[in-house]
């Protein structure tokens, strides 16, 4: 048996005697005495060698690391198994959770920035290694997303409030021109000397931190693997969150439940459908430039929009685009062209997306639990990914919604 199964076992015992009060016999009384020096003798033995793992830790460290969590090009995954929290409780608990009350928990740094420093108490669980860090620092590129999404358009920062009120700029008139020096104080428009006075269309919108979060079942199998929980956490958890994000992005129904998305803000400017896909993308381009200035930074599309697109053919069958072995992203009119499986059929939304903002308000946090009425006996645990964000739409004007069919 390892220090803590005999800890266990010794604890077990101690119990048992304790039961039996006043009527201890000499021998069980010499036993008792035993078992508390034994007890006291494994946490000291305990407790040191914990302090002298975190020094190795420390000490292999590459220089600029922390003790708390390795800094460097790695994924939400990879950190989340090298962090010293996940670490402590496998050399404390090697064959998994042992306890109702299990817990690991370990809270990362803000998306887009990573200047935000997170503080927390330890979770009160009585587990060794159940606690968050206090800190991280020096952490570059939190999530890694498969390129070229609207959420690698948008701007990503972080917020110290669960809820605020901010301007949206829906139109803006321009009014500019060139002025004559005035003779009088009588004039009237430009020439007289009257400066001009350009105009802006605002209105208060809410912006409210909600909740996004996913969870899967493992195995105890799972929870001491390292590979394993890397492909969970990477591959299936912060992926869902991503993906649920996205869709919030584009298709939020501003109710209280969710925010409202691109689809649902007033203030977007909309297209009809003109002749066919390419035409109305043209036409939707010029709208943007003359109603707000903007120049498209990327057209979001559904995936068999984009399929029509590409495979556009004149009247000898040769493809309008670049055809099948066309290399580098994909445009229309000079503009990048991006999917999107949350957008219908027969929409795209163009624009600059970066007049989006998502703030983080609570950091990606993973954590484990096993906290269920059987989860014990089945050697299974309840893994979770979990942040707040709240997101706003600064300028609805630049960003313009196309209907690609008729109807």
Known sequence: MNRQETLKALVAEAENLEKKGTNLTEKEISRAEEISRQIQQLKTAMSS???????????????????????G?????EKFVKSDEVRGFREDH????????GVVNFAVKDVASGQRVLKADPLNTGIPGASRPEYVEGIDDLTYRKPRTILDLIYQGTTNSPWLQYRQLRAVTNNASITGEAKTTTGTDAKGGLKPLSTLTTATADAKAFTYADGLEITNQELSDDGALVGIIDGELEANLLDVIEKTLINGSGSADEPAGILHTTGVLNQAFDTDIATTLRKAKTLLSTTSGTTPQAVVMNPEDNEALDLLQDKNGRYLGAGPFASGDPTVWSIPRLESS??????A???????IQLLVYEALNIAVFNQHKDYAQRNLSYIRAEMRALQMIRKPAQLCVAKLAQG
């Open 49 to 71: 060698a914990k302090k002298t793992a975190a020094t190795l830790r420390a000490a292999t460290h590459n220089e600029g690391e922390t003790s708390t969590m390795l800094e």
């Open 73 to 77: 090009k790695f994924t939400i995954g």
């Open 94 to 101: 090697p064959h998994g959770f042992e306890s109702k009350n």
């Open 342 to 347: 949350y957008l219908e059929k027969g929409t």
């Open 349 to 355: 939304i163009i624009g600059d997306f970066s007049v």
